[in-house]
């Protein structure tokens, strides 16, 4: 039984957090902090704990800390660096859910975040806390930098494809969030009616999760990635939609791409599912605990992806025997997959012909 603190617990992070904790057969959650309410019971502050648990919220003074081997920090950016080296200097490990030891490149930290790194040293030894890719160094990790939202939802996917040299390294991503994406302190932005029946992109071109992406895929790549990320906030209080466009490389009909995916999704690793092109597309609520990669196919899969398309109803109409035209300016067929073009064209006239 793993001992387990948690700073910052009543936070959004910090309370999920807890939840998942108090599930784990392996770990005992013994200290809870918070700098807003010591000293108040953890059934007080949210009656949902109510006859589930004993713990007193504490204040977060880390000398006073004892019996803890594994501390969560779910606190806001640039907060952790405070409590870092004490903590490690304790022996206590640390899985840091903020954005402080994310980035290896501390110029680019410091021009996101708008902070100053105080303890540099310590980026090149936090592991980045994807087990799916840097399983084997987290096992022995003193300090874990757990990613960022929007960053999960496109690195896991994009990052066989970089590694094995499949697509492009020009990369469009479109991600959707829910508002407690931008944690629980109130802001302007994220007032309900701000943000009730609205849809809208934003800090395009500047979020903070940008730099963590790239670097990142530029890890699996090997050399630079063109990376445009576009967040938007969606009306909803939690979930994110990732869409990532990309080009193809190389011919994905051989079995290299589908296996890789499928090796990151290995067993004891049940969060994330594959779904070919013709399966049903990715929902927030149905599928929510699920991340979802479409599974690469050959030439033939894509096809039917186009087929499906060509199936519906109000878009067949508008193809009609200018189905080919329509394909190409629509779809971008023939710049994102133009050495399946004739294959394309092939269904689209056969279709039309038994119209």
């Not at 904790?21 to 059934?43: A, I």
């Not at 980045?128 to 929007?150: D, F, H, Q, S």
């Not at 999960?152 to 994406?181: A, C, M, Q, W």
């Not at 009306?235 to 499928?262: A, C, F, H, N, Q």
Request: glycine share 8%; hydrophobic share 40%; with cysteine.
């Amino acid at each position: 039984m793993v001992r387990v603190g948690i700073m910052g617990a009543t936070g959004y992070t910090g309370l999920e957090l807890l939840r998942i904790l108090t599930q784990h057969p392996g770990v005992e959650v013994c200290w809870v902090g918070s700098e807003s309410f010591p000293d108040v019971k953890l059934e007080d502050y949210c009656p949902a704990w109510r006859g589930r648990s004993s713990l007193t919220l504490q204040k977060q003074e880390i000398e006073k800390l004892e019996g803890v081997e594994v501390i969560f920090l779910a606190l806001p950016s640039g907060v952790a660096m405070d409590y870092v080296p004490f903590l490690l200097s304790r022996g206590i490990r640390i899985i840091d859910l903020g954005a402080d030891f994310r980035l290896k490149n501390v110029e680019a930290f410091q021009k996101y975040y708008r902070l100053e790194h105080r303890i540099p040293y310590l980026l090149q030894e936090a592991v980045y806390g994807i087990p799916e890719i840097y399983g084997e160094e987290l096992k022995m990790a003193r300090l874990v930098a757990n990613p960022g939202c929007y960053p999960t939802s496109v690195i896991i996917p994009l990052y066989p494809f970089l590694k094995e040299k499949v697509i492009s390294p020009s990369i469009i991503v479109d991600s959707k969030s829910g508002v407690t994406g931008a944690g629980r302190k109130p802001t302007e932005d994220n007032q309900f009616c701000e943000v009730d029946e609205n849809f809208k992109a934003y800090k395009v071109g500047e979020h903070r999760h940008q730099p963590e992406i790239k670097e990142q895929l530029e890890l699996a790549a090997r050399e630079e990635v063109n990376l445009i990320f576009t967040p938007y906030l969606l009306p909803l209080k939690r979930g994110i939609l990732t869409t990532i466009y990309i080009t193809l490389e190389k011919d994905i009909k051989t079995p290299v791409v589908p296996s890789k995916i499928l090796s990151i999704m290995s067993a004891g690793k049940p969060v994330l599912a594959t779904m070919n092109l013709d399966g049903d597309a990715p929902e927030l609520i149905k599928k929510a605990n699920c991340g979802y990669v479409f599974e690469a196919g050959d030439s033939k899969s894509l096809a039917n992806g186009i087929l499906r398309l060509y199936k519906n109803e109000s878009l067949r109409k508008k193809l009609g025997e200018n189905g080919r035209k329509y394909i190409e300016e629509h779809l971008s067929v023939k710049t994102a997959a133009e050495k399946y073009e004739k294959l394309f064209i092939e269904v689209i006239t056969k279709n039309n012909k038994t119209k």
